[in-house]
């Protein structure tokens, strides 16, 4: 194909995004496989045009609050997993919790996010998730801000639990929707529990976010092909994360991908998702 029926061809997939048709898997795929930086800024701008469109020049700021770096699972690409023998293992009290929200909410954030692995205390003692449940409801009190539950995926009656006490978000990402790949990235881990419990979540009212993750061996086609899942579960929060090797884990050498395919990834994200939700994410 040549450089101007390319140009074409992204002009083209760019009007039928501002027109709300929806784009094909191929059509997406051209876009993240666009090198030429003419058109990548292109897509910038009309990503931003819409994002302005549905949000205006509005901030929205999380409270991100990672709690307990214990975890039951054994992801290939996480410094929290069960064999990591160099991980920084803490988990804080309810005081330390409630203190750190407090703290956020008096900045200003609009969200507290609270996120835990999957730790064996809430989900192999008698305790079970009760400690959880009582945290999330003084949270709440506390703060008077809406929350989001990052924990895993967590029974159904928990999550039933979760909208009696009007937690208003469930994240539980995917990082990818290629079987293959998530099972190698997750070992032991059920692809259609994990995907199910968003959409039980759904059901309950709750509001849900899904994630994806860049630079751990996806093809363009598996990104595509994620964002017609993200479409099915009808979303209300979009994210893409790039892979950041942690140490102690068996993809510690792999390198991290180059932060334009994020970009550019978000930017995807808000042409077919313009009146969604599309975080930044954090460095680690």
């Not at 020049?57 to 023998?85: D, Q």
């Not at 061996?217 to 598996?222: F, H, I, R, T, Y």
Request: charged content about 25%; glycine content about 8%.
């Amino acid at each position: 194909m040549s450089d101007q029926n390319d140009s074409s061809m992204t002009g083209d997939i760019l009007k039928k995004a501002l027109c709300g048709r929806g784009l094909q898997g191929e059509e997406i795929v051209h876009l993240l496989e666009l090198d030429d930086l003419t058109q990548i800024h292109r897509v910038f701008q009309t990503a931003r045009f819409l994002r302005e469109m549905n949000f205006g020049h509005k901030v929205f700021l999380y409270g991100f609050l990672y709690f307990s770096t214990f975890c039951r699972n054994n992801c290939r690409f996480c410094g929290s997993r069960i064999s990591n023998p160099t991980a920084r293992r803490y988990r804080k009290s309810e005081e330390e919790v409630c203190e750190a929200a407090c703290l956020l909410a008096e900045s200003g954030v609009h969200l507290i996010d609270l996120t835990m692995g999957e730790d064996p205390f809430f989900y192999g003692s008698t305790c079970g998730f009760n400690p959880l449940l009582e945290l999330i409801s003084k949270v709440k009190s506390r703060t008077g801000l809406p929350l989001m539950i990052s924990p895993g995926v967590v029974p159904r009656e928990i999550l039933a639990e979760f909208a009696t006490l009007n937690v208003e978000w469930y994240a539980c990402y995917q990082e990818t929707h290629n079987r293959r790949l998530f099972a190698y990235l997750r070992p032991g881990q059920d692809y259609d529990a994990r995907l199910s419990s968003k959409d039980t979540a759904k059901s309950m009212g709750m509001l849900i976010e899904e994630g994806l993750m860049t630079g751990v061996g996806e093809s363009l086609q598996d990104i595509a092909y994620s964002t017609k899942v993200m479409d099915r579960l009808g979303v209300h929060q979009a994210r893409v994360m790039s892979f950041v090797p942690q140490k102690g884990t068996p993809m510690s050498h792999s390198p991290s991908p180059p932060r334009l395919r994020e970009l550019l990834t978000i930017a995807v994200l808000r042409l077919l998702f313009p009146d969604r939700l599309i975080p930044a994410s954090p460095r680690a």
